[in-house]
């Protein structure tokens, strides 16, 4: 059974934690106080939080230069730099942009930036409910689902436990895509710091949302159906750097990146 959630300033929220960690202004006390904590057990909390980002925004420049003109960005955070519309539009002006969210606060915000923009919604829905998404009457008035469309799940499916079935969301998705679409990924891990791992899980079950980190291999999975473009699935930092990455930063970003496609379209 899927909760909604309301406007709850004393519940540290993934949402605001993020958006502190990006050195946002849209966050309360609980959050920065979960967010130092977080970082007092992983040093590297907040610049894994921009190397999550900073994949966010290459992935949308590559996905628009390899043609795509629609996107649905599930779990989209709070409004911040480079937002994935803005990103897109600077190569493919009038791009559509379905952002979804659970978070009615993320929706005000979204709501608030794009009001005039006719390419771009805001859609208030659960990822784990993939039909009511994929259905909604604002996704559908500015997606064509029989054309190529980028699904982005960055900084979400590590809030998916395995009851709620992540991998059959993320199939769910595919099964929905036209040929050419493109899924992006970016997805934390315990990998580097396994000994973390129980600490950081436990302050996250105090929030709007557990953490669920994941092997590589469990991340590749959610590629199943998918052919990943170059260079694979590697650290975020990795990710068809544009600037020069430091020898210890992939590994301590403690998120995986990747970009897959559908095959069968040229
Ligand atoms: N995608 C953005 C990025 O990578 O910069 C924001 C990531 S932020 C860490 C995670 C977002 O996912 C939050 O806004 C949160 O509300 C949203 N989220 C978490 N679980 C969700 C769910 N089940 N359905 C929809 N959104 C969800």
Redesign the pocket.
Known sequence: MVQRRGLDANTPN??RI?DYWLGGKDNFAADRVTAEKLSGIVPEARAAARA??EF?RRAVRFLAKAGIRQFI?????LPTQANVHEVAHQIVPGARVVY????PV?VIHGQALLQSDDATAIVEA???EPEKILEHHELRALIDLDEPVAVLM???LH??TEADDPYGIVARFREAMAPGSYLAI?HVTADPRPQAEAQVTEIYRQTT?PLVPRSRDQVLRFFDGFDLVEPGLVYAPQWRPDRLVRPAEPVTSFVFAGVGRTPGRP
């Open positions: 993934v949402a993020y999550n980002r966010l960005d599930l779990g989209t955070g979804v969210d659970y978070d993320v659960d990822v784990r960055v900084g979400i809030f998916i970016c949302a």
